[in-house]
């Protein structure tokens, strides 16, 4: 067992995953190209990414916390706070605005009474603006757990609202 895999870290990454990181770290040239996979892995099981874990990443990947840090800061899908079980990036490229997207932003922020950056009082719900998601043939869209939703209008966010609330209960 290795210092990191006994380093008590299973509310950030289970030991199987953790024990692969190590492995894979250890075979490849440059491991700083694992930062994402690492931060992600930990984001899905913690549901974001603590100091711990920008700690771990670094002892894993044999890099300094700061290292790992640029990295997490700079891409806006890794969450450096505790973000709501659902967390909706909303489109706001061109091609999403001029299709709708700020009478989405509007509905939504109305329906979830949240701002965006903001998280509902339930903890189930982030309201997030994301630069161009790659979606435009289903513009107005919004991201939710890598999984895309458009064109949206307010009955279709009614609805994807409603499903969210009904899973979060199951």
């Given at each position: 067992m290795t210092s990191i895999e006994s380093q008590t870290t299973s509310h950030l990454l289970d030991q199987q995953t953790l024990a692969e990181f190590i492995q894979h770290a250890g075979e490849i040239e440059h491991p700083r190209e694992m930062i994402i996979d690492v931060l992600r892995a930990i984001q899905s099981h913690h549901g974001w990414v603590p100091d711990e874990g920008v700690e771990l990443t670094a002892s894993i990947l044999g890099l300094t916390p700061i290292e790992v840090e640029e990295i997490a800061t700079f891409y806006?899908?890794?969450?450096?706070r505790p973000v709501g079980r659902f967390v909706i990036h909303l489109c706001d490229s061109v091609c999403c605005w001029v299709r709708g997207a700020d009478e989405i932003a509007a509905y939504l922020k109305k329906v979830?009474?949240?701002?965006?950056?903001?998280?509902?009082?339930?903890?189930?719900?982030t309201l997030l603006p994301s630069c161009c998601l790659g979606c435009c043939g289903i513009a107005p869209a919004v991201m939710i757990r890598q999984?895309?939703?458009?064109?949206?209008?307010?009955?279709?966010?009614?609805e994807l609202?409603?499903?969210l609330r009904k899973e979060a209960l199951a």
């Open positions: 806006d899908k890794i969450f450096r979830l009474d949240i701002e965006f950056g903001q998280t509902t009082a339930d903890g189930l719900f999984e895309f939703f458009g064109p949206l209008t307010p009955e279709k966010v009614d609202i409603t499903s």
